[in-house]
Nanobody
Framework: QVQLVESGGGLVQAGGSLRLSCAASGLIFSNYVMGWFRQAPGKEREFVAAISRSTLTTSYGDSVKGRFTISRDNAKYTVHLQMNSLKPEDTAVYYC????????????????????WGQGTQVTVSS
């Protein structure tokens, strides 16, 4: 079965950086678009970033553009989220997600478009 396991969350001061990783198994990784979402207490799950199966196309939520970078290593079945200039409002549980991609460049941005999810990793940014 498909498994997605996130790591790299933690507590960081505002202005700091964290790098999240997601290790995938049980699928042919290069056939899947990979995404990151986050959910803060009392809020809906929010799109953060996604990367196409080809690695050539990326998409970001407006609140993280210019600060976060998504990347993937198809040989290692991993996807990363480099988070810089973190703000207290970035505090949330961050989820890795995967969806089979019919095209090399497709980038779904809605959580219902993703079939597989990790368990999440907590990111807390202190002011």
């Amino acid at each position: 079965q498909v498994q997605l396991v996130e790591s790299g969350g933690g507590l960081v001061q505002a202005g700091g950086s964290l790098r999240l990783s997601c290790a995938a198994s049980g699928l042919i990784f290069s056939n899947y678009v990979m995404g990151w979402f986050r959910q803060a207490p009392g809020k809906e799950r929010e799109f953060v970033a996604a990367i196409s199966r080809s690695t050539l196309t990326t998409s970001y939520g407006d609140s993280v553009k210019g600060r976060f970078t998504i990347s993937r290593d198809n040989a290692k079945y991993t996807v990363h989220l480099q988070m810089n200039s973190l703000k207290p409002e970035d505090t949330a549980v961050y989820y890795c997600a995967a969806e089979f991609a019919s095209t090399w460049s497709s980038i779904p941005e809605r959580n219902y478009e993703y079939a597989y999810w990790g368990q999440g990793t907590q990111v807390t940014v202190s002011s």
